[in-house]
């Protein structure tokens, strides 16, 4: 069975700091992954996903992540971090038919 | 392009009433979700509609919960009788059909079990 593990439910920067969110799965079969952002109030948006091909998936807002098959790693980073990036980030594993499986969430904390 | 909508945005009960969740997919949208957000937790799908089959319900739990999507569209998530551990944020999505592709999410409903 597919599972997603975050890696810190916490994590806090500077702006202007590098930002890494840590995700790791477990997937018996080649994994779709995702990651989800959440802003106060709101429901999810994709910000990025990975199915098949380049391994380095750019994003929306400036965030990338890269699909490290030996590590079963998805990790998300951002050069520069922003006061607007300030909210909860979801890795998610898809085992096919449009499913996603969601982490437990990490939140991004971004202070001057 | 109108996104996911979702009413009521929150909602307050007693334990052992009853309480009902609405949702309107994006348009042409064939499959849809809704998913369970514990506080601290990431969402957990509880059922997924494709028109207005069930594709997946294994995770709802058919004694107190219940939804429907008649027409293939809008659809309405029940709980009854609620309990103290179903205070959750309840989310909607939808997505096209086949594929991988992208969940839209509505802003879902908060729900307090008092």
């Known amino acids: 069975a597919q599972s997603v593990t975050q890696l810190g439910s916490h994590v806090s920067v500077s702006e202007g700091a590098l930002v890494l969110l840590r995700c790791n799965y477990s997937?018996?079969?080649?994994?779709?992954l995702f990651w989800y952002v959440q802003y106060p109030n709101q429901g999810l948006q994709l910000l990025l996903k990975y199915t098949t091909g380049a391994t380095l998936v750019k994003g929306i807002n400036g965030f990338e992540a890269e699909f490290k098959k030996s590590e079963t790693s998805f990790h998300l980073t951002k050069p520069s971090a922003h006061m607007s990036d300030a909210a909860e980030y979801f890795c998610a594993v898809s085992p096919g038919y449009n499913k996603l499986i969601f982490g437990a969430g990490t939140r991004l904390a971004v202070h001057p | 392009e109108a996104g996911v909508a979702q009413s009521p945005r929150y909602k307050i009960i007693e334990k052992r009433q009853s309480v009902a969740f609405w949702c309107n997919p994006i348009?042409?949208?064939?499959?849809l979700y809704w998913y369970q957000q514990i506080l601290g937790q990431g969402p957990k799908l509880l059922i997924q509609?494709?028109?207005?089959?069930?594709?997946?319900d294994s995770q709802l739990p058919k004694d107190r919960f219940s939804a429907e999507r008649l027409k293939g569209v809008d659809s309405t998530l029940k709980i009854q009788p609620a309990k103290l551990e179903d205070s959750a944020v309840y989310l909607c999505a939808s997505s096209s059909y086949g594929g991988e592709n992208e969940q839209f999410f509505g802003p879902g409903t908060r729900l307090t079990v008092l």
């Open positions: 348009s042409g949208h064939a499959t």
């Open positions: 997937s018996s079969v080649p994994p779709y």
């Open positions: 509609f494709q028109n207005n089959g069930v594709v997946d």
